[in-house]
C-alpha cells in the first residue's frame, strides 16, 4: 500500500529516534559499526513498522517473516530496531558489547531475541535467507524472507552463488535490499573492487531489481509493494544510501565504518540529528 | 529390526551395495518418515547417491551447482525454519570449500543439519590430492557442537545414518567412495553413537580404528593370532566425536599398548583424539598412530594407497610386530600411575 503522510512521519520519526540511540550505543559500548548502521536505518524501520508480520511477545512464531541481516556488522542498528519493536528492553541496549551481555557486534540468533539467523562473516546472510525462503515453500508457510546485504559484502562470491540459486528457484518469497553506501574499511567500493553496474549484475543473475533512494521512504514502499506482488522470482530493492546518515560529521567518510564516541562526540552526533526531528 | 515407520534395512543388499548407495537407499526410506528431510546435492547427487533420495522426493530436493558454500548456508536457513537438510558433498568440499559455512552458520547456530560427506580419506585414489580428504577429521572435530562419524561400512552407514536422527543438531558422517569391503553382515550388533565396537577381544594390544581401516584391523588381529599367538583387540571407533573415553581408558588399563589407524593425516583426526584421553588419563601407555604421515597422498588405486600409507592390513600387522617389540615397564598397580 502506497505510503500516506502520516506513515511518512511515523517512520521519519522512528528511524531517527533509532539513529539516536545508535549513536548513544556506541558511545556506551566503546565502538561500534556506526556508518554502515546509519545508511540502513531507514529501510529497516520501513520494514518492520510497515510491512513484517512478526510478534515480539514471541519472537519464534513460526510465521514470522524473516529477516535477514547480512552485514551482520550492522548488529548495532538491528539491535536498537529490535529494542524499539519491543522484543527486548531498551536498558539492554547499556550492556551492548560487555562480556555477558545478550548483544553483541554480531548479533547471536541463540541470545539476542528477534534475530532470525547469527551473522557477521560476510557473504553468509544471503545464503541463510535463501534457505528460509525454499524452506517455506516445502512447508508451506506464507512467511516471507527480507534481507538486508552490504554493498562491500557484496566482494564475496557466495553472495553471487546465493544469488544464482534464488533466481534459480524463482523465490518470489524473498526480497533482499542492498545497502549501498558505497564505502568500504578500505575506503569506496569502486576504488576498493569495483562494483558497478551493479544493478547489471544483479538483473543478469535473473532477480527483478528497483533501484531506490534508500533515505526515501515513498520509494521504498514503492518497491516492497512491488516485490510483494511479483510472483516470478526474488527482487532486489537496490537502496543507494549514505554511510552515516544523518551525522554530519559522519556522512561520507569510511572512517566511520566502525569507531567510538566520546561524550563530546555524541553531543555533537546527537545534535546533529535532531535537525531531523519532526 | 524393523525400526518405528516400517523401515527396513533389508531394502538393500550389504555385499552389492557401496556405503553411498546403501546411504542413498536409506536416506529416501528416511524420507517417507520425515516429512521434513529435505536433500541437498552441488552437482555431486549422482555421485553421493542422494540422487536416489531425490528422485523420490524431487520438491524435497535441492540441487545447488558447484557452489558448495552457498549450499551449506542454505541448509543453515532451512534447519532454522524447521527442516532437516541431509547435505551430501566429497569430503574434502564439504570440510574445505564450504568450513566457515559449516562452523558458523550450522555449528555455530546448532542446526540440525546433516553432512554425508562422501569421497573421505584416500577412497577417490586416482583424483589425487584436490580430492583426497586427509584433513577433514582434524577440521570438523574442532568445531562445537558437532558430532563425527566415521562409519566402517555399508551397513554402519546405515546405522549411522538413521541414528543421527536422534540428535536434534548437526552430525558429520564421513564415509568413502565405495569400494570399501563389508564388515558387518547383520545391522543389528549395537551400534550407539559415541560408543566404540569391540571387533575382536584381545589383552595384549588394542587397534583402535574407523571407516574402512576397521576391515584391514581385523584382518590384521587374525593374522597376529595365527602367526604370532598374539591377542589383538580391535575397536571401531566409528564416532570421532564424541569419542568413547571409557573404551579408551578400558584399552589402557587392560593391553596397555594401542595403535590407532586411520585414513587421514595423522595430525588432528582418530589418533589425536585417542591421545588426547590417553594423555589426560595419567596413565602409561605405548602409543602410536597409522595414517597418512603429514604429507599430501599421491593419485593411485585406493588399495595402493592404503598400503602406501601402512594403513592396511600389511601395515597394521607391522605396527603391531613393532610395539610389541619396545620394552614397556608395564606397572600392575594402575593406582599407583597419575
Same mark, same amino acid.
Given at each position: 500500500?502506497?505510503?500516506?503522510?502520516?506513515?511518512?512521519?511515523?517512520?521519519?520519526?522512528?528511524?531517527?529516534?533509532?539513529?539516536?540511540?545508535?549513536?548513544?550505543?556506541?558511545?556506551?559500548?566503546?565502538?561500534?559499526?556506526?556508518?554502515?548502521?546509519?545508511?540502513?536505518?531507514?529501510?529497516?524501520? *520501513?520494514?518492520?513498522?510497515?510491512?513484517?508480520?512478526?510478534?515480539?511477545?514471541?519472537?519464534?512464531?513460526?510465521?514470522?517473516?524473516? !529477516?535477514?541481516?547480512?552485514?551482520?556488522?550492522?548488529?548495532?542498528?538491528?539491535?536498537?530496531?529490535?529494542?524499539?519493536?519491543?522484543?527486548?528492553?531498551?536498558?539492554?541496549?547499556?550492556?551492548?558489547?560487555?562480556?555477558?551481555?545478550?548483544?553483541?557486534?554480531?548479533?547471536?540468533?541463540?541470545?539476542?531475541?528477534?534475530?532470525?539467523?547469527?551473522?557477521?562473516?560476510?557473504?553468509?546472510?544471503?545464503?541463510?535467507?535463501?534457505?528460509?525462503?525454499?524452506?517455506?515453500?516445502?512447508?508451506?508457510?506464507? !512467511?516471507?524472507?527480507?534481507?538486508?546485504?552490504?554493498?562491500?559484502?557484496?566482494?564475496?562470491?557466495?553472495?553471487?552463488?546465493?544469488?544464482?540459486?534464488?533466481?534459480?528457484?524463482?523465490?518470489?518469497?524473498?526480497?533482499? !535490499?542492498?545497502?549501498?553506501?558505497?564505502?568500504?574499511?578500505?575506503?569506496?567500493?569502486?576504488?576498493?573492487?569495483?562494483?558497478?553496474?551493479?544493478?547489471?549484475?544483479?538483473?543478469? !543473475?535473473?532477480?527483478?531489481?528497483?533501484?531506490?533512494?534508500?533515505?526515501?521512504?515513498?520509494?521504498?514502499?514503492?518497491?516492497?509493494?512491488?516485490?510483494?506482488?511479483?510472483?516470478?522470482?526474488?527482487?532486489?530493492?537496490?537502496?543507494? *544510501?549514505?554511510?552515516?546518515?544523518?551525522?554530519?560529521?559522519?556522512?561520507?567518510?569510511?572512517?566511520?565504518?566502525?569507531?567510538?564516541?566520546? *561524550?563530546?562526540?555524541?553531543?555533537?552526533?546527537?545534535?546533529?540529528?535532531?535537525?531531523?526531528?519532526? | 529390526?524393523?525400526?518405528?515407520?516400517?523401515?527396513?534395512?533389508?531394502?538393500? +543388499?550389504?555385499?552389492?551395495?557401496?556405503?553411498?548407495?546403501?546411504?542413498?537407499?536409506?536416506?529416501?526410506?528416511?524420507?517417507?518418515?520425515?516429512?521434513?528431510?529435505?536433500?541437498?546435492?552441488?552437482?555431486?547427487?549422482?555421485?553421493?547417491?542422494?540422487?536416489?533420495?531425490?528422485?523420490?522426493?524431487?520438491?524435497?530436493?535441492?540441487?545447488?551447482?558447484?557452489?558448495?558454500?552457498?549450499?551449506?548456508?542454505?541448509?543453515?536457513?532451512?534447519?532454522?525454519?524447521?527442516?532437516?537438510?541431509?547435505?551430501?558433498?566429497?569430503?574434502?568440499?564439504?570440510?574445505?570449500?564450504?568450513?566457515?559455512?559449516?562452523?558458523? +552458520?550450522?555449528?555455530?547456530?546448532?542446526?540440525?543439519?546433516?553432512? @554425508?560427506?562422501?569421497?573421505?580419506?584416500?577412497? /577417490?585414489?586416482?583424483?589425487?590430492?584436490?580430492?583426497?580428504?586427509?584433513? &577433514?577429521?582434524?577440521?570438523?572435530?574442532? /568445531?562445537?557442537?558437532?558430532?563425527?562419524?566415521?562409519?566402517?561400512?555399508?551397513?554402519?552407514?546405515?546405522?549411522?545414518?538413521?541414528?543421527?536422527? +536422534?540428535?536434534?543438531?548437526?552430525?558429520?558422517?564421513?564415509?568413502?567412495?565405495?569400494?570399501?569391503?563389508?564388515?558387518?553382515?547383520?545391522?543389528?550388533?549395537?551400534?550407539?553413537?559415541?560408543?566404540?565396537?569391540?571387533?575382536?577381544?584381545?589383552? &595384549?594390544?588394542?587397534?583402535?580404528?574407523?571407516?574402512?581401516?576397521?576391515?584391514?584391523?581385523?584382518?590384521?588381529?587374525?593374522? #597376529?593370532?595365527?602367526?604370532?599367538?598374539?591377542?589383538?583387540?580391535?575397536?571401531?571407533?566409528?564416532?570421532?566425536?564424541? @569419542?568413547?573415553?571409557?573404551?579408551?581408558?578400558?584399552?589402557?588399563?587392560?593391553?596397555?599398548?594401542?595403535?590407532?589407524?586411520?585414513?587421514?593425516?595423522?595430525?588432528?583426526?582418530?589418533?589425536?583424539?585417542?591421545?588426547?584421553?590417553?594423555?589426560?588419563?595419567?596413565?602409561?601407555?605405548? /602409543?602410536?598412530?597409522?595414517?597418512?604421515?603429514?604429507?599430501?597422498?599421491?593419485?593411485?588405486?585406493?588399495?595402493?594407497?592404503?598400503? #602406501?600409507?601402512?594403513?592396511?592390513?600389511?601395515?597394521?600387522?607391522?605396527?603391531?610386530?613393532?610395539?610389541?617389540?619396545?620394552?614397556?615397564?608395564?606397572?600392575? &598397580?594402575?593406582? +599407583?600411575?597419575?
Amino acid at each position: 500500500m502506497p505510503i500516506t503522510d502520516q506513515e511518512r512521519i511515523e517512520l521519519q520519526r522512528r528511524a531517527n529516534a533509532v539513529r539516536k540511540d545508535i549513536v548513544d550505543v556506541t558511545g556506551w559500548s566503546g565502538g561500534a559499526h556506526i556508518g554502515g548502521s546509519l545508511s540502513m536505518v531507514d529501510m529497516l524501520t *520501513t520494514l518492520y513498522w510497515k510491512y513484517m508480520k512478526v510478534d515480539p511477545a514471541n519472537p519464534l512464531w513460526e510465521d514470522r517473516d524473516r !529477516f535477514v541481516l547480512s552485514k551482520g556488522h550492522g548488529g548495532v542498528g538491528h539491535a536498537v530496531v529490535l529494542a524499539h519493536k519491543g522484543y527486548f528492553p531498551k536498558e539492554e541496549l547499556k550492556d551492548f558489547n560487555h562480556t555477558g551481555s545478550n548483544l553483541g557486534m554480531h548479533l547471536d540468533s541463540h541470545k539476542a531475541k528477534g534475530v532470525d539467523a547469527s551473522t557477521g562473516s560476510m557473504g553468509h546472510g544471503l545464503c541463510q535467507a535463501v534457505g528460509m525462503a525454499i524452506g517455506a515453500r516445502v512447508l508451506d508457510k506464507p !512467511f516471507h524472507v527480507y534481507c538486508v546485504v552490504g554493498d562491500g559484502e557484496s566482494n564475496e562470491g557466495s553472495i553471487w552463488e546465493a544469488a544464482m540459486s534464488a533466481a534459480h528457484y524463482k523465490l518470489s518469497n524473498l526480497t533482499a !535490499f542492498l545497502d549501498r553506501n558505497r564505502m568500504m574499511i578500505d575506503g569506496p567500493t569502486e576504488t576498493v573492487m569495483r562494483l558497478e553496474p551493479l544493478a547489471d549484475k544483479w538483473t543478469a !543473475f535473473g532477480w527483478k531489481v528497483r533501484v531506490v533512494d534508500g533515505h526515501d521512504y515513498g520509494q521504498l514502499v514503492d518497491a516492497i509493494d512491488f516485490a510483494l506482488t511479483y510472483k516470478e522470482g526474488p527482487v532486489m530493492v537496490l537502496c543507494n *544510501t549514505i554511510k552515516g546518515k544523518g551525522v554530519d560529521f559522519m556522512e561520507n567518510d569510511p572512517a566511520w565504518h566502525y569507531g567510538g564516541l566520546n *561524550t563530546d562526540m555524541v553531543a555533537k552526533a546527537q545534535k546533529s540529528l535532531e535537525k531531523f526531528d519532526v | 529390526m524393523t525400526p518405528e515407520g516400517g523401515l527396513s534395512w533389508t531394502v538393500y +543388499d550389504a555385499n552389492k551395495l557401496a556405503p553411498r548407495e546403501i546411504y542413498g537407499i536409506v536416506l529416501a526410506d528416511l524420507g517417507s518418515i520425515h516429512p521434513n528431510i529435505v536433500g541437498l546435492s552441488a552437482d555431486l547427487a549422482k555421485s553421493t547417491k542422494i540422487e536416489t533420495f531425490g528422485n523420490k522426493f524431487p520438491d524435497r530436493f535441492f540441487n545447488f551447482g558447484i557452489a558448495e558454500s552457498n549450499m551449506f548456508g542454505a541448509a543453515a536457513g532451512m534447519a532454522k525454519v524447521g527442516l532437516i537438510p541431509f547435505v551430501s558433498t566429497f569430503s574434502a568440499f564439504a570440510s574445505m570449500r564450504a568450513c566457515e559455512f559449516l562452523r558458523t +552458520d550450522i555449528c555455530y547456530q546448532n542446526l540440525n543439519c546433516k553432512v @554425508i560427506a562422501t569421497h573421505g580419506g584416500t577412497s /577417490f585414489g586416482s583424483a589425487g590430492t584436490t580430492h583426497h580428504a586427509i584433513e &577433514d577429521l582434524s577440521i570438523v572435530r574442532a /568445531f562445537a557442537n558437532l558430532t563425527v562419524i566415521v562409519p566402517a561400512d555399508g551397513i554402519e552407514t546405515a546405522n549411522a545414518v538413521r541414528a543421527c536422527m +536422534d540428535i536434534d543438531g548437526p552430525v558429520y558422517i564421513r564415509i568413502g567412495r565405495g569400494f570399501e569391503p563389508p564388515i558387518f553382515t547383520t545391522e543389528d550388533y549395537g551400534f550407539q553413537i559415541g560408543k566404540a565396537v569391540e571387533m575382536c577381544p584381545g589383552t &595384549d594390544i588394542t587397534v583402535i580404528a574407523c571407516g574402512c581401516t576397521v576391515f584391514h584391523a581385523v584382518n590384521a588381529a587374525k593374522i #597376529l593370532k595365527d602367526e604370532d599367538g598374539l591377542s589383538v583387540r580391535v575397536l571401531n571407533m566409528h564416532t570421532i566425536k564424541p @569419542i568413547d573415553e571409557e573404551a579408551i581408558l578400558k584399552a589402557v588399563h587392560d593391553t596397555r599398548r594401542i595403535i590407532t589407524v586411520e585414513d587421514h593425516n595423522v595430525i588432528g583426526g582418530l589418533g589425536t583424539a585417542v591421545a588426547d584421553v590417553i594423555a589426560a588419563s595419567g596413565k602409561g601407555c605405548a /602409543f602410536n598412530k597409522l595414517g597418512v604421515q603429514d604429507a599430501f597422498s599421491p593419485h593411485g588405486y585406493p588399495e595402493d594407497l592404503l598400503n #602406501l600409507n601402512k594403513i592396511d592390513m600389511d601395515g597394521i600387522v607391522e605396527k603391531v610386530r613393532e610395539l610389541m617389540g619396545r620394552e614397556f615397564e608395564a606397572d600392575e &598397580d594402575w593406582e +599407583d600411575e597419575v
